[in-house]
């Protein structure tokens, strides 16, 4: 094994046990925060079946394991969690995990659209605003993505969906898919890709406006370092200096926020599925809220904690691909 694989794997390993401790964390906190909150699962159940009976609702938690001491339910679950058993939703009547993978594909979908668009659209917006600094281009830019900052998510989709579903006509307003059209082939794939542009398009928005300032503030501050004047003086493009050599530089800031908005992008799912009927996990992680479904509200959280680690660890990964100075250890 060469001398880089090794530190490669000593960082991989490092970095495991690291997520492996801090994923307990999480769990626990978790744990003791939806244990804080007033109510249950028997509650919930017995509010929808319309009685309050005090021996109706001391059986459903007697049933659901609710009347155990908190320590005993924590070391039950952990236990599950450790075995990669997240447990049972009373609510669905189904394993967790059975729902979770059901719905996780619909999340990653919309999870990768959106972020894919807003980095793409973010490079080339950013480099024109650096490339036309304080002109009539960066100042347009800058109007735009301060319209996208400030604007609510949940208000920003809900237009979409007046306009361009409603008065227009052209995409739908709600939904993956037509459920009436057969889901195989070719005119399934564009179907769904139909139904992914506005709830892509409105969760990307934020984030393009902070991606396009990141963008424009980098390129900046490299066009006036000592490489890029050398470049010049060889007679060096503008357009190769832009990309080959200022652009590049400018992407390790920006894949350090994408790291660090997975988490953020997975809780602003919750507004943008649930605004355009999206079935993933964060429309799933909204009813489990109302419906008082510990379990499946727990592993929710768990399953984004791990998306997080997972993230920030390939993004320090691609940050050392990015920037050869920077090793990893």
């Avoid at 592993?299 to 993004?315: F, Q």
Wanted: net charge positive; hydrophobic share 55%; with cysteine.
């Amino acid at each position: 094994m060469t001398p880089r694989a090794r530190r490669i794997a000593r960082f991989l390993a490092r970095r495991l046990a690291q997520g492996v401790a801090l994923l307990l964390c999480i769990a626990v906190l978790d744990f003791a925060l939806l244990h804080a909150v007033p109510g249950d699962a028997a509650d919930a159940i017995a509010g929808e079946a319309g009685t309050a009976d005090p021996g109706y609702v001391a059986t459903l938690r007697h049933q659901l394991g609710l009347d155990q001491p908190l320590p005993v339910q924590l070391g039950l679950y952990l236990g599950r969690l450790a075995q990669g058993n997240f447990g049972y939703s009373f609510r669905y009547g189904q394993s967790v995990a059975s729902l979770i993978l059901e719905r996780l594909p619909a999340t990653l979908l919309l999870m990768a659209a959106s972020i894919g668009f807003a980095v793409a659209a973010s490079l080339v917006l950013g480099t024109l605003s650096a490339r036309f600094a304080n002109r009539w281009p960066d100042r347009l830019i800058t109007l735009v993505t301060l319209f996208f900052y400030a604007t609510p998510l949940f208000w920003f989709g809900l237009m979409a969906i007046v306009l361009f579903g409603v008065h227009l006509g052209w995409l739908p307003t709600g939904g993956m898919y037509d459920v009436a059209r057969p889901r195989t082939g070719l005119a399934f794939a564009l179907d769904v890709a139909r139904h992914l542009v506005l709830p892509a398009f409105t969760q990307a928005c934020f984030f393009l406006a902070i991606y396009t300032r990141l963008v424009r503030t980098s390129m900046l501050q490299a066009y006036g370092s000592d490489y890029v004047r050398f470049a010049r003086a060889k007679g060096v493009g503008e357009l190769r200096i832009a990309l080959r050599h200022v652009l590049r530089n400018a992407l390790t800031p920006l894949v350090t926020m994408v790291g660090l908005n997975l988490g953020t992008l997975l809780g602003g799912a919750v507004l943008t599925e649930t605004v355009f009927s999206w079935p993933g996990i964060g429309r799933l992680m909204y009813d489990a809220v109302f419906q008082r479904d510990v379990n499946l509200l727990l592993s929710i959280l768990v399953l984004g904690s791990v998306i997080v680690i997972v993230a920030n660890l390939l993004v320090d990964m691609l940050y050392a691909a990015l920037t050869p100075a920077v090793e990893l250890r």
